[in-house]
């Protein structure tokens, strides 16, 4: 049936005519994630003491989000605001109209906003559209409004009259919050949910059961959060803690009705991830007899991947993951339970003699479709409960079970395996949308971590290319991660924003109409509703203007603007950048070699992270008499584990050798050393004529080039597979030459490539390299 809304209908049909949003762009709201259509027009619209906010929708919900948008408005305003149930052809001039119309045929997120100076109204298929639209709303007032202290004065706020018709790209937009590894207080996961909403997310993925803890209440088995909830502190952060000096917490099944109600009433679904077979220590601490030893264990108090998993040759596991799993479906009413299923390790199964009797009676090849053989059963229970089995991409080694969605981790290519093979997948690769990684380079990172900056996460499309347009339909959407072994909650705002922001875009915004400088300029605005809202963002880092890194006489260095409201403080002369350092205003004349230390700090008093950026006056160095030379360099080739660049003159060497160039010595370290390892090779370059020489340095991990004993290239702790430059003056002849690299596993490469007088870029032949025999 379709309902006549005569307000609503007047508005929204006056504005039928869409221009290109693009011709819009300087005039355009910031509003995050951009909307399909925004359409400008004249004027404003002022609320007043006789304004209402007026339902027309058989939704009972309609009415719950008109009393959000009443109880939010008046907090700001003092206005009384009453909301009610529109009459037929009752005039509704400057009051905010919510109407939705069940015979509508547009997506369940779909809204369209018409703001005129007669009022607002808001027309939609369902009351979550009429949610989103609220939230545009916010956005369409100034940032200081998000403080929750009312705004007095002015207790009156004026929108700009336009139109918005809005809905989303993916249907599944979200985030993954790891409360396994960190418990995290249920203020601050309802918290959550409100920012989630605000971006126009809509799912949160709570990551609920790990080595390090279990988190929910689980009635026949108490032990499970007696026991389970609770490891050993070891890390001075890990506070509070108990008597016995224990780190945890839990949620009971009270808390978690309550956070399911709360995410629901701002169309937040909660997808509880309830871990199998692997990373279940802390359930194994608790119940030891559902492992393949028997245990005993201690929930485990190291990250990583854990070797004691549940046994898949015991009945017992399966009664016990389906009597939890029975009474996580009552407390979480929608469709999807994540099982998890990633990082499984196959050591326990191989030398269990129930789990081999498994792979017998069942007719399985190995241990890797005795996993396989899990999932579907877990899937068959799931499925006999009406709800869908999700899982990481490792539940498709060994064949995937029929129904299940797949997430997609380890880079897209589960992603295209899957959807191809007609799966729905959720796509978050650790390229783009791990929120647990660093946003700039760290030395402190695990080597594995590469970085992900805003402008990475905002790249990222969710449809690979490689994947057939029929299949497109499959991908179901992208959710950002934030694990955190290294973010307890006090350190989750500053992993997840800004990057959730551009995902949220990702997800929500038509590929089309993605374009990282306007969503720049909508975060200078957004940025400062993440400061009235209380999120303690990853602040900007100053970012120089060009990567100069020396020069000869003199040199001017510049920062870009910063893309927030804030300053830059800098030092050149080797001391910390604080409130107190001068404030970066103009380009800086440079005379001598100096360290640029700098950092933002915002309006709002917050404190950026440091660069450092050395840049060196070139004096010409002198080339050296070598008596009697040898072709290649020596190196020396040693074991060990490190996260920097270590100090080689303290460590005794594995073996020693020559190399024609350092590509080869990289080859032969790769085929001798176990693990990681570090090389330095040292002998002598020989410049052709007098100038300036640029050297590029590729590598991963750490490396650095040295002439003269002076460092002329570092790239060192990056731990990602990059270039770095650095000039040096030369005079012909021969110069000590010093190159030292370490790899701490995964990906390795080590290049070094020289241009200047008489030479085009190219990597260092042998007939350059000398070394004293
Ligand atoms: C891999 S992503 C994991 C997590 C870790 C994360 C750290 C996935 C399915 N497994 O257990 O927390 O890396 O980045």
């Known amino acids: 049936m379709i309902l006549s809304y005569p307000l609503v209908a007047l508005l929204v049909l ?297 046994c898949a040759g015991n009945e017992k596991t399966f009664e016990f993951l389906e009597s939890v799993l029975a009474e996580v479906i009552d407390l979480f009413p929608g469709q999807y339970i994540h099982i998890g299923g990633d990082e499984v390790p196959k050591a326990r199964w191989n030398s269990c003699p129930k789990c081999q009797e498994r792979i017998q009676a069942e007719g399985l090849k190995d241990e890797r479709e005795l996993q396989s ?21 490792e539940i498709l080694e060994g064949g995937l079970a029929p129904n299940a969605t797949v997430q997609s981790w380890r880079g897209m290519a589960g992603a295209v395996a899957a959807a191809s093979a007609g799966h729905d997948v959720i796509a978050s690769p650790t390229s783009h949308c791990y929120l647990d990684y660093p946003q700039r380079p760290d030395p402190a990172a695990p080597g594995w971590m590469g970085f992900i900056d805003l402008e990475k996460a905002y790249s990222f499309d969710p449809l690979p290319a490689a994947l057939p347009a029929a299949k497109s339909k499959h991908i179901q959407g992208v959710e950002g991660n934030i694990w955190t072994e290294r973010a307890p909650q006090p350190r989750v705002d500053w992993q997840v924003f800004p990057r959730l922001a551009a995902l949220a875009e990702v997800g929500w915004s038509p590929a089309s109409m993605r374009d990282f400088a306007d969503f720049s300029r909508r975060m200078r605005t957004h940025y400062r509703r993440l400061d009235a809202l209380g999120v303690e963002y990853f602040v ?75 840049i060196r006056k070139l004096r010409p160095l002198d080339s050296v008499q070598l008596a009697v030379v040898q072709p290649g360099l020596a190196y020396e080739l040693y074991n060990g584990s490190w996260r920097m660049l270590p100090e080689f003159d303290k460590l005794t060497p594995l073996r020693t050798g020559v190399a024609a160039v350092p590509e080869d010595a990289l080859a032969e370290a790769r085929s001798v050393a176990q693990g990681g390892f570090a090389l330095r090779l040292r002998g002598s370059l020989s410049a052709p004529a007098d100038g300036v020489y640029t050297i590029t340095l590729r590598s991963d991990d750490g490396a650095r080039v040295l002439l003269h004993d002076e460092e002329i290239v570092n790239h060192d702790g990056l731990h990602a597979v990059s270039d770095r430059r650095g000039e040096v003056l030369l005079r012909a002849g021969w110069h000590p030459l010093t190159i030292e690299y370490f790899d701490a596993g995964g990906a390795s490469a080590l290049a070094v490539e020289i241009e200047g007088p008489l030479l085009q870029r190219q990597p260092l032949t042998p007939g350059m390299l000398g070394h004293a025999p």
């Open 373 to 393: 053989y899990f999932v579907r059963r877990i899937e068959k229970f799931l499925a006999s409960r009406n709800r869908r089995l999700i899982g990481w991409d």
């Open 540 to 614: 900007p880092l100053p970012q120089l203007a060009s990567d100069i890194t020396s020069f000869q006489d003199s040199c001017t260095l510049e920062f870009k603007p910063l893309p927030v409201d804030g300053r830059i403080h800098f030092t050149l002369d080797g001391s910390e950048p604080t409130a107190a350092s001068p404030v970066y205003a103009r380009a800086i004349r440079l005379d001598d070699s100096a360290e640029m230390r700098a950092r933002t700090i915002l309006a709002s008093g917050r404190v950026g992270d440091e660069i450092r950026h050395r």
């Open 14 to 310: 006056a504005a039928q005519a869409t221009k290109p949003a693009s011709r819009l762009a300087a005039a355009e709201p910031a509003i995050v994630p951009r909307p399909v259509e925004i359409e400008p027009g004249a004027g404003r619209f002022r609320l007043g003491e006789k304004s209402a906010v007026l339902v027309q929708s058989p939704y009972p919900e309609a009415k719950s989000v008109a009393e959000q948008l009443a109880a939010w408005l008046r907090t700001r305003t003092g206005l009384p605001l009453p909301v009610r149930e529109k009459a037929r052809d009752e005039n509704s001039a400057g009051s905010i109209v919510l109407a939705t119309a069940g015979g509508h045929s547009r997506a369940s997120d779909h809204y369209d906003l018409t703001i005129s100076e007669r009022g607002v109204g808001i027309f939609a298929a369902h009351p979550q559209g009429l949610f989103y639209a609220f939230q545009t709303l916010r956005q369409l007032l100034p940032p200081e409004c998000e403080r929750t202290a009312a705004v007095q004065p002015p207790n009156e706020l004026e929108w700009p009259c336009l139109r918005i018709s809005d809905h989303s790209r993916f249907l599944w937009r979200g985030m993954l919050l790891d409360c396994g590894r960190h418990f995290m207080d249920k203020e601050f996961v309802k918290r959550t949910i409100d920012l989630l909403a605000y971006h126009k997310l809509n799912v949160l993925h709570w990551h609920l059961t790990e080595d390090q803890g279990w988190r929910i209440e689980i009635k026949k088995f108490p032990k499970l959060t007696e026991v389970g909830a609770w490891r050993r502190a070891t890390r001075d952060s890990e506070q509070p803690r108990d008597a016995q000096g224990r780190y945890g917490g839990f949620y009971t099944q009270d808390d978690i009705r309550e956070i399911v109600a709360y995410a629901k009433s701002r169309y937040v679904t909660i997808v509880p991830e309830i871990e199998m077979p692997g990373h279940c220590l802390a359930a194994l601490a608790a119940y030891p007899e559902l492992s393949c030893t028997g245990g005993p264990f201690e929930v485990r108090t190291e990250w990583g991947v854990e070797e004691n998993v549940y």
